[in-house]
């Protein structure tokens, strides 16, 4: 991996890296290597591709290991200032544009665009100025740089005027927001964000749903695409990983445990998940609630394994949300339990080993988000499942496009509707689930994280 300046032919930019750190009592710093698509993407190309990953410090153990100079090779992290980091990040990208491209603003009341959100934007610029700059100083002539996500949308613009000879592309893990919801972003900021994005020779998407609402923003509000180009790329699990990873021993401890929280014979509906409005968590719950309703049969017979990982902590709504999930779940739990049976088992702590140990138990995978760029879950289960699953899948998650045909799909605001499709899911024989499991598990693995990089790198070069 590259390590001196000017050297680097292939750079990711995203604002999570792939290594964290934590200071220990003692003051030694402890590195943890994340696992995710872009990880094992980018592994791929390995050492002889002189790749080097720019990352912001998102820590305060991150920080100390910039000021120290620790870090892993072909990694280099960013040490922008913490109260500019929480600005762009908080403010504008997991607030403003996150919930704009999930269309989650309950707009009686929001957004407000004040003078609070024009600092905060400020930030954003300053923060996107500090990668178009590591990333200038790093690339070697004619390289290819690959940015990812709403974090970083102005970087493509800013690089390019600092370095013309570079091949840049942008990538976009979530959804594009169609033109009448995005123009609500002011327009000076509208106009910054795409022509931001349009400073990029190719932007590439995740569905060809986000790329035409992208492309009808570019028409609407910047006078068209240009010479940018788009391309679709359907990010697909990492099969050989999962499958691996999820025989490991701890996986295993993990199940036997699990075995016994759910009970002997129980069918098991499995969802995992940050917690994240857009992942539509509390409406999943009140469909299984009503599953139990209306379906007495069930009751004592399936058990609901939820997975809601914290996230995005420091914002308000979101602590208020992961509350409500809480209070759902015992309420479920109240109202249907019995002393030998839990219907809700909820996880609020990352584990995900007990995530990959739920997936190989899972009867039913319940994917509903209200909108999703993506959603590896659905595309995982199926692949680890032992027996096979039923899959339950919002038809507003991308990943609709690719598994519709053999999901059970379901309108993520229809409550009812989502509790009819877990009864047709736990219902379903066991020869059509692993059917269909089998089929899904073929299409979520169609392309592979490496392969889904690469992909994008030889469209930016030729
Ligand atoms: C989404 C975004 C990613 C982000 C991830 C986790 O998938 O597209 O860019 O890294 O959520 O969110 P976090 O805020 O914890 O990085």
Redesign the pocket.
């Known amino acids: 991996m590259a390590s001196t300046y000017g050297a680097a032919q292939v750079l990711v930019a995203?604002?999570?890296g792939p290594v964290s750190y934590t200071v220990g009592e003692d003051g030694s710093l402890d590195a943890k290597r994340g696992g995710g698509g872009l990880v094992s993407g980018l592994s791929a190309i390995g050492s002889d591709a002189d790749a080097l990953w720019v990352c912001s410090a998102l820590s305060d153990g991150d920080r100390e290991a910039v000021r120290r100079g620790v870090g892993e090779d072909g990694v280099r992290m960013l040490d922008i200032p913490a109260d500019v980091h929480a600005d762009a990040y908080n403010g504008i990208a997991?607030s403003a544009l996150w919930f704009v491209h999930h269309m989650l603003y309950q707009t009686p009341l929001e957004p407000v665009f004040d003078a609070e959100f024009r600092r905060q934007w400020t930030s954003y610029e300053t923060y996107n100025r500090a990668f178009a700059e590591a990333l200038a100083e790093e690339a070697a002539q004619g390289a290819a740089v690959v940015v990812?996500?709403?974090?970083l949308t102005l970087v493509p613009g800013m690089l390019r005027e600092l370095r013309p000879d570079l091949r840049i592309g942008h990538f976009s893990?979530?959804p594009w927001a169609p033109p009448e919801y995005f123009r609500m972003l002011p327009d000076d900021v509208a106009g910054q964000v795409l022509r931001g994005m349009l400073g990029a020779d190719r932007l590439g998407f995740l569905t060809q749903r986000w790329a035409d609402a992208f492309t009808a923003c570019a028409e609407q509000f910047a006078g068209g695409l240009g010479g940018t180009r788009i391309g679709v790329h359907g990010l697909g699990a990492d099969a050989d990983f999962l499958r691996k990873r999820s025989h490991e021993a701890d996986v295993e401890e993990r199940m036997a445990a699990l075995r016994e929280e759910i009970g002997e014979g129980r069918r098991t509906i499995v969802r995992v998940d940050?917690t994240e409005l857009s992942k539509n968590i509390v409406r999943g719950l009140l469909a299984y609630r009503r599953l139990l309703e209306t379906h007495a049969e069930w009751r004592e017979r399936v058990v609901h394994v939820a997975f809601a990982y914290p996230?995005?902590q420091d914002l308000a709504v979101y602590r208020d949300y992961t509350a409500e999930v809480r209070r759902v779940s015992e309420e479920i739990n109240a109202e249907y339990g019995t002393p030998g049976w839990t219907p809700v088992v909820l996880n609020l702590k990352d584990d995900f080993a007990r995530s990959l140990a739920a997936y190989r138990l899972a009867d039913v995978a319940l994917v509903n988000p209200i909108r999703d760029?993506m959603n590896l879950v659905a595309k995982e289960v199926p692949v680890v499942s032992d027996a096979g699953c039923a899959l339950v899948l919002s038809r507003e998650a991308g990943a609709f496009e690719e598994l519709g045909e053999d999901a059970i799909v379901v309108n993520p605001y229809d409550v009812t509707g989502t509790a009819a499709a877990l009864h047709e899911a736990l219902s379903m024989g066991p020869e059509e689930r692993a059917e269909r499991s089998k089929r899904l598990s073929a299409a979520a693995t169609a392309l592979p994280p490496a392969q889904w990089f690469l992909d994008q790198l030889d469209a930016l070069r030729g």
């Open positions: 995203s604002n999570r997991n990812q996500d709403y974090h893990h979530t940050r996230s995005r760029g």
